[in-house]
């Protein structure tokens, strides 16, 4: 057995990422990408896996370049996928046999591609793509205004149909220079589904959904209507009288909520049909679906700590559970028929990996990308169930020191806040970058991982309670949970730490400005100021709908100010680790600056580390090991962790 878990043993493994099944159902592809990527240049490969097991999964690319977004051909026979081996930054498409060996260049745009999907014809392929420019050759900074105009910056990305036996392409009229975001084909190999926004910015981008119908013969695009809030997946289904699409988007009127599935008819022709909300009123969350041929669509959804997979109904329109998989599981995807399905999963003790099987029965573990983490002795992890000061059902997670056990407490408890709000800690294995479970219960720590209220995985109404109140409920949750580890003895509550990333960086911020109770905080790419954030944040002025107010609506003062950590920074006693990327877009970093210059100005013990290059995750090696470095150390530092065999 290993005896210490190192920051290489954390960064050094490599990922499987988003699977796609055969149309056949005999294989899976995947990417497998390294946890940390070098400075200079992130690589991925692709790889394939026998849903029978009859062979071992093998590697189809080198992984040399970024090797993604693999796609299968109709007929099972080939894949392909997208890579910048040609250019960084521009991802261009290939195809490879299932034999692999040299692949074949499709194209090579200038500006490279962001999406596409292979037509079930089997002679075109549907590609999402900024125009090439005619002067692509010419270009040059010389004598350019580089003046930024607004809404000019970033170029639409546009539907263009690509003939592979000539490679001559074109674009698709009728689409209003709108944004192209996402693309489904019906399985009979008729109209396209094109789902758009806008304008390529996220705000207001994903609050101007559209979904059209592109008849790939006729050339006609079908306006099907306005879609809900941040829609995505689009998903054809036949219910034996007709056609209909699905999507996911956040339900209505949003823009806080759980997510839901939306459905509308789509005849042959005239107007689509309304939007129905297909999963109103359940108490899961639904984060994934699948289209087959013949039957209605397959579902994920987060139900608690687990995960289950549903099939809809099409007599009554509602979706059915099929089968419970223990723990997380994403990027559901479904063979032809329906009966084989793939996806990548994580239990308690078993990091992410690739599942397939039949989605009824049993699904079988297809790929194995860290098998040396069998030899760790971990943290035992326990399934928590509690009830909020209000009577609300929570769930969470409870990770011991490693090698311990509960008559030994109490121990240090460092809580971990996921981010979001709407995510959830499932129960899986809880070993990353960003401050993590096992990381710090294999230094000796028992760790706290709560589903406060906001959070996914109970349905739209047990998110939607946050809306214009962030931190608010959320805080009283999480300490409520706190307090009954220490009454059971798990907990010291002289030595309490507390943490997160993005939403859990926020309420690590707020948590230290509402108490004195907490010895050390680790506030990562968190908000301290909503206002600030409205006015410089991808998300723009959807976080008003969790702080209440954007800061133009008069002199205030605003909701959101009661709600920013930076209002009570005055209050805050306790040391903060503050960690941030340099280039986060999504949290700038004025965020990360603003908190660091209160702590400063009222004397506050912190420290203050920005990570050049990264954005709103930290993806360099070098750093996601000083990160975990760090982080272990800070906690050290204040909470005097006592030697453990595992550290």
Excluded at 139 to 152: E, N
Excluded at 220 to 235: I, K, M, N, Q, Y
Aim: charged share 20%; glycine share 12%.
């Amino acid at each position: 057995m290993l005896s210490k878990v190192t920051p290489q043993l954390v960064v050094d493994g490599i990922v499987p990422l988003h699977p796609v099944i055969s149309p056949d159902g005999r294989w899976v592809a995947y990417t497998a990408a390294p946890a940390g990527r070098a400075q200079d240049r992130p690589s991925s490969a692709i790889w394939i896996a026998a849903t029978d097991e009859s062979a071992p999964p093998r590697q189809l690319t080198a992984g040399t370049a970024k090797d993604f977004m693999p796609r299968w051909a109709p007929d099972s026979a080939s894949l392909y996928f997208g890579s910048d081996r040609a250019r960084r930054g521009a991802t261009q498409l290939h195809r490879t046999s299932l034999e692999g060996g040299e692949a074949q260049t499709l194209t090579t745009w200038p500006e490279g591609i962001s999406d596409y999907l292979p037509l079930a014809d089997g002679r075109r392929i549907a590609v999402v793509a900024a125009k090439p420019p005619a002067d692509a050759d010419e270009r040059g900074t010389a004598g350019r205004d580089d003046a930024k105009v607004w809404g000019q910056q970033v170029p639409h990305d546009r539907l263009w149909l690509l003939e592979l036996n000539s490679g001559r392409a074109h674009v698709v009229d009728g689409l209003d220079d709108r944004h192209v975001v996402e693309l489904a084909q019906r399985p009979d190999g008729g109209a396209l589904a094109v789902l758009s926004w806008a304008t390529p910015e996220l705000d207001p981008g994903c609050r101007t959904c559209e979904l059209h119908a592109v008849g790939l013969e006729s050339g006609e695009v079908r306006a099907l209507g306005r879609a809900a809030l941040d829609a995505s997946s689009p998903t054809w289904w036949n219910t034996g009288g007709g056609w209909h699409l699905c999507y996911l988007a956040t339900t209505l009127p949003g823009p806080v909520g759980g997510r839901a599935v939306y459905d509308l008819a789509v005849p042959g022709s005239g107007a689509a049909g309304e939007h129905h909300n297909l999963t109103g009123g359940m108490t899961v969350c639904p984060s994934g679906l699948a289209q087959t041929a013949d039957g209605p669509p397959l579902a994920l959804f987060a139900d608690g700590l687990d995960t289950a997979i549903h099939r809809l109904d099409p007599e009554t329109q509602r979706f059915q559970p099929m089968r419970s998989v223990e723990g997380w599981a994403a990027w559901l995807t479904a063979s032809r028929s329906g009966e084989m399905v793939a996806m990548a999963a994580s239990t308690a003790y078993e990091p992410m990996n690739i599942h397939a099987g039949p989605p009824a029965d049993r699904l079988t573990r297809l790929s194995d990308t860290r098998p040396q983490l069998r030899q760790i002795t971990w943290g035992t992890q326990e399934r928590l169930s509690y009830k909020a000061s209000d009577g609300l059902d929570l769930d969470g997670l409870l990770i011991l020191p490693a090698g311990r056990s509960r008559r030994e407490g109490p121990f240090p408890l460092i809580t971990l806040v996921h981010g979001g709000p709407y995510d959830r800690h499932a129960d899986r294995f809880m070993l990353g970058v960003i401050p993590s479970g096992q990381w710090l219960a294999t230094a000796g720590y028992a760790v706290f991982l709560p589903n406060p209220r906001g959070g996914e995985g109970h349905g739209h109404d047990f998110a939607a309670t946050v809306a214009g109140a962030a931190g608010m409920q959320e805080w009283t949750d999480i300490i409520g949970g706190i307090d009954l580890l220490i009454a059971g003895g798990v907990a010291d509550p002289d030595r309490l730490g507390i943490g997160g990333w993005s939403h859990g960086g926020f309420m690590a911020a707020w948590a230290v400005g509402q108490t004195d109770r907490f010895k050390a905080a680790i506030v990562g790419a968190g908000i301290s100021d909503w206002g600030m954030l409205v006015a410089t944040g991808d998300w723009a002025t959807l976080e008003a709908g969790l702080s209440g107010s954007c800061g133009w609506e008069g002199t205030g003062p605003h909701p959101h100010d009661r709600l920013s950590p930076i209002s009570h920074a005055s209050k805050i006693r306790t040391p903060v680790l503050i960690l941030h990327g340099e280039n986060d877009t999504n949290v700038p970093l004025g965020q990360a600056t603003y908190l660091h210059r209160a702590l400063r100005h009222f004397g506050i013990e912190h420290e203050f580390v920005v990570y050049p290059r990264e954005g709103h995750s930290i993806q360099e090696r070098s750093h996601q090991i000083d990160l975990l470095r760090r982080t272990r150390a800070w906690f050290d530092r204040w909470l005097a962790c006592p030697a453990s065999p595992h550290r």
